[in-house]
């Protein structure tokens, strides 16, 4: 058990590493050239094209400002100054609303950190229980509810808190369901025009013998729409060919061997027509266009046909967000790929540990000199024997968890959903799962997913709680050195994007030739919803379930909130490329988990109080997770709504204020190429890349401020952005 | 354990009793006096207004021809002659569709028996493990899983019979989902034009200071359904007065006394008018109608507000269908209620024992005797006392038993339903529930639901399928013995309705005035889906998990279902009056418990092999409810939508059809008066009746042909049901 000096030391340790992460992003941020490093977000906009000096030659590379250094901590007060109205229009509803998962965080913890250091530590700490038993203990568990003596009278203090820690979480986070409902539907109403407001995805159009898809779609939705219906665009499956050339045509344009592509552009465009008019590449989907966005709610919200699996509607995803691999499957391989897809889950989740032990039974000295006999002597060397040993096994479990998001993911699209954005709540929801029985359950009993499983099944049901509940007191400890690791450090990493800028520079030297490909070479990342969020999962579910049994894990986590929230605020406003808007769609998603936190939270409560003989207590503690359960069936029906459906008083109010803005808008126009296959689209570009290069004649090398428009995010053509940016951290650099 | 001679023993009793009903059924049916307690739902058509015999006066009373009482048995297949879309126009879908369950059931059954009997009979019964055993045993036992020893390879034959079970289960789940979800969506489809295609039911319209609900829907529904909305219907809720003046007019109608009728009269009519013009009684509630089957489809549909717990929209259920009770219950009050009521019914299912056990324990004869001093000498009488002490502990629980419907109805009641149906499908699904724990885990492991609870609770998941699997096999002699009592003779005294014929010549001798009267006196009853369901899904249950363990139960169930069919089927056709029409509205709950049945049969299977040491089996076995759930999602994905949702392709086919066949129908006359609560419309008819009466002046008691519109049912008014009745089975019986 480790002392509070202990902690101490190992606290500073953690500050210290993340303070030298701060200060070595301090100094390299303000350095010209990792600009497009750290602020590449502002180059996506458009609103910047090269770093903001000016001056002698190697200013242009280092910064000799040394005012500037000094101020080297003031990002973060310049991170919270943009307003969030600001930051929505800067970075998108996504991005706000993910900010106030952190923001969450800390409106539910810093009260019940306070309340549970005035109450709770003083109720622990005056007792002896530890002193006068034969266990070792250190003074954080003298702060802890091990130190109550068994079926003593102070546990109602542990009851009542944990009454006031639900409701006082509850009431958070309705209020935030609240805001965030009301933020998505102002976000909606408020927006520009946009195709997908207008737009509904049909899938599963029944094949006919006399009707092409594309008549089909069309005629049925005359009839059974005739007010509404305006336009619908098929899909088309780009061939395995098409795709090739594009991409070696892509190839051949950076070393600007222009016979071969004009030859290319001819293959293209042939193989093009062939597409657009064979119908085997049409699949049986379509976007369907509406002349108000009412007639499109109704269709979306409603059953076309008898057979609900055919002419299935839904919403129509962001053009950005569609993912367009999954827009043609059938019905019946939903349900299979649903199937295969759980048990294949299932055995991730408990049996990952297998195929890892059997890789580092072979992976060690004995098993390399067999395998590879030659290679004996060289590994039979002290060092090299060592480093094996240490290593080689951990590496494998390493690899695998490095791999784990891109595994979710790859799972998530062979189910079959249609837009990033449900493929990366999909993956969220299963990375939770993961580290809920991994590294939570996981840390708390010893032992694999697998032995666990089959503990619980051979306990009986009211024993887990029990099992689960009597340890996690005597983790305290380890879970504080766990938040300040992977918290702490991992944020202060975060900012620091040391990968990134290897890679830069490296590709800068190496590869980079053209102004793309230097915005190529950028890579400013995006907020990745699927593993940032599970994680910040685990640390609401570690302060909830510690909130009541040791409340000194609490400032931990309260740092690790506030310190997240003001690194992810700057990395959103400077850094990070919103690849698609799906207005907040995920806060279900969130709340849920919190939810479940709280009640996994009261079940352990449950079982380490039956173990204290306090089992008076049980009947009151039983009533929680109901109530909880009740309050979030509530908050279901009152807010998930507003996440799934398109109410139509807003659509009409909408629709009339448009009638009465713009009368003579050509919706047809403007809704005809919204959307196209990328690989369609990329060749557009291409054509267009070659015509205007073929007329500007500029010389390969020459920055060009015009953008490409692959990396160019959809917003910044179509939604009018501001122009001015005043909260852009770094205009105080200008000289 | 009993043999098969005990079991044949009582099979003849139960068959002979059966037989008595049948007999007794058969000479009642016949006598004219009784004809309106057999054939009430001919009279309630308006078919049939007295026996059809005539001649002398004896013959009104008594049948004197012989000849009729040889072929006592023909209305068994004059019940089967009826073929179902007479059917269905006679009686109603749902009728139909609840003949169906029984038609599943022999669907289901009959091959497995005749596959249990040929191929696990023989593997079973060639085993002498059971001999070689200290147990006592019988030879139904020698036809069970019993006599297969420990680890035996012969329990692969139980394996795969589960399988070739389960996927039959299915195939004829699939089959009769796909055909009755057809039927209903024909059956809407080939209706007569109804109110409550047009209508939609809003609730929780919100309160306005400056308009009135009327006002404030109508003024809704024009901006945001501008193309669709027709007129509305505000929902007034009657005073008390009001309604208490209602009954005491209809009463005092009876005996005549005009003078009181007229004053009373004035009153309602002035009531009336004070609740139309108090705002205070306006619901904040309204049925809305539209022009087109269309246009009420989306926005029953569709999400109408941005806060979705406002303008609710749903179907509007028929009009007969309606609870007008529950129409105005808020949004936060229904969450409130629904905990409460689970809660209730929590306690209801585990504890009814306690307060029984209670009362139990006070109905001894000493408690009486403390109780009531002076009642000594009686009851220390032997005969009475040993009456007291067989009989009164067990009546509290029959009392219990018989109210237990009732209790479930006002629990769904409390719940907020909105129509009949809805009511009678959770009760229902509660009732099926309260049956599971009690009568068939109940039966298994003796003891009551809480100590089952208890039990559960400590022991692990895996152990409480090897519990109740290995007390199985030897339940199968006491559930034999509970079908042929309740199932075959409670069928057969089903037929006979000893209880409406008593009451009926008990009402007809002592109350009977007039006609109306004599209706009233008339009660058909109704299906009752909520307790009639439940009860056979426990016959389904019971053959489902017999059937791989003990397959001599699986005749039983046969002949039950056959039996039940036969019965009910004339039972529909010339006894139960329709009180709704909900198209079949609760197939998907049928469904659902025969999929539950089939998950727990197998589970149990699972569990009684693992105690067998045919552990090996485990995998496969446990393939089999992953199986069979993926089965369930399937076909709720690709069936339920019909029951839920309303297909716009059929809606606007609908319209289109109506258009040019009726193009200048005035809907808005037709769907003024449609929604009206039944005590104003009440009111109504007590005036036509008044006038009509006046004017006729018939003595009062002159049978007369006009049927008083309070039983009638609805469809008799809208929908053109054939005048002709062919199938009406005493035809023959005319002279």
């Keep these: 058990m ?15 590493s993340a303070f030298a992460f701060f200060v070595a992003f301090a100094v390299l941020r303000i350095q010209p050239i990792n600009d497009r490093v750290y602020f590449p977000k502002w180059y996506l906009k458009g609103l910047r094209s090269s770093p903001l000096q000016s001056g002698a030659f190697v200013h242009k590379f280092v910064n000799l400002d040394f005012h500037s250094y000094l101020r080297f901590l003031n990002w973060m007060p310049a991170a919270m100054r943009m307003p969030e109205p600001e930051l929505i229009d800067h970075a998108g509803l996504d991005s706000a609303v993910y900010l106030r998962i952190y923001l969450t965080g800390l409106k539910i913890f810093v009260p019940i950190a306070v309340i549970a250091f005035t109450v709770m530590v003083p109720v622990n700490w005056t007792n002896s229980t530890l002193e006068h038993s034969n266990l070792t203990f250190s003074n954080i568990d003298k702060l802890s509810i091990s130190n109550i003596p068994h079926g003593s009278k102070r546990f109602w203090t542990h009851i009542v808190m944990a009454y006031v820690f639900t409701f006082w979480t509850c009431y958070v986070l309705k209020r935030e369901y609240e805001t965030i409902t009301s933020m998505r539907l102002q976000f909606i109403a408020s927006e520009h025009r946009r195709p997908d407001q207008f737009t509904v995805l049909v899938r599963n159009v029944p094949p006919d013998p006399d009707e092409s898809v594309s008549e089909l779609v069309e005629h049925f939705f005359m009839v059974n729409h005739p007010d509404h219906y305006l336009t619908h665009q098929v899909l088309l499956q780009p061939t395995l060919i098409y795709d090739e050339v594009s991409i070696n045509y892509g190839k051949t344009l950076v070393f600007g061997l222009s016979n071969l592509v004009n030859y290319l552009l001819k293959l293209i465009a042939a193989e ?36 609900p699996t055919l002419w299935l509607t839904e919403w129509a995803p962001e053009p950005r967000d569609v993912y367009w691999n999954n827009l043609a499957i059938p019905y019946v391989s939903l349900t299979i790929r649903r199937l295969v897809i759980a048990v294949a889950f299932f055995f991730l989740t408990f049996c990952f540990m297998i195929p890892i032990a059997f890789v580092q039974s072979l992976a060690n000295v004995e098993g390399i000199e067999k395998a590879l006999p030659f290679l004996k002597p060289i590994i039979e060397k002290k060092v090299i024997k060592g480093f094996i040993q240490g290593f080689l096994p951990g590496i494998a479990l390493k690899i695998f968890l490095i791999f784990l998001p891109s595994i979710l993911m790859l799972m998530s699209k062979f189910e079959g959903f249609s837009s990033i954005s449900a493929l990366e709540r999909r993956s969220a929801t299963r990375y939770y799962i993961f580290q809920f029985i991994n590294v939570f359950l996981g840390s708390i009993i010893t032992g694999t997913a697998f032995q666990q499983l089959n503990n619980f099944i051979h306990q009986s049901p009211n024993e887990i709680p029990k099992t689960i509940g009597v340890s996690i007191p005597m983790k305290a400890t380890f879970f504080i050195t766990y938040i300040m690791v992977d918290g702490w450090a991992g944020v202060a990493g975060e900012i620091l994007r040391l990968r990134p800028l290897i890679i830069y520079h490296l590709k800068n030297f190496f590869v980079v030739k053209t102004e793309t490909d230097r915005e190529e070479a950028m890579n400013p990342g995006s907020l990745g919803f699927n593993t940032g969020e599970p994680q910040i999962q685990l640390y609401f579910l570690l302060g909830l379930v510690y909130a009541v049994v040791s409340p000194i894990l609490l400032p931990f986590i309260v740092i690790f909130f506030g310190l997240a929230y003001i690194v992810y605020r700057h990395q959103i406003m400077n850094v990070y490329n919103q690849e698609y808007e799906s207005a907040a769609a995920f806060w279900p998603d969130v709340h849920g988990r919190i939810i479940i936190a709280l009640i996994v939270s009261q079940l352990l409560l449950l079982g380490l109080l039956s173990t204290k ?14 109530l909880t359960i009740c309050f979030d069936r509530y908050c279901k029906g009152r807010y998930e709504p507003a996440f799934v459906r398109y109410p139509l008083q807003q659509a009409m109010m909408k629709d009339i204020l448009d009638r009465t803005r713009e009368p003579n808008v050509n919706l047809k126009d403007y809704l005809r190429s919204a959307y196209i296959h990328p690989v369609f689209k990329a060749g557009d570009d291409y054509e267009n890349n070659l015509v205007s290069e073929d007329e500007e004649q500029e010389p390969a090398l020459v920055p060009t401020k015009r953008q490409s428009r692959r990396t160019t995010p959809f917003s910044s053509k179509y939604s009018g952005s501001s122009q001015s940016f005043p909260y852009e951290v770094d205009q105080n650099l200008q000289p």
């Design 272 to 307: 093009r027509l062939k597409i657009d008019n064979n119908a085997k590449h049409i699949m049986p989907a379509a976007f369907v266009s509406f002349k108000t966005r009412w007639g499109a709610a109704v269709c979306a919200q409603t059953q076309q046909s008898r057979n």
């Design 2 to 16: 480790a002392t509070i000096a202990d902690i101490s030391v190992a606290a500073s340790i953690n500050i210290l």
């Design 613 to 626: 003989d306090a089992s008076q207590s049980t009947p009151f503690l039983i009533t929680l997770p109901v």
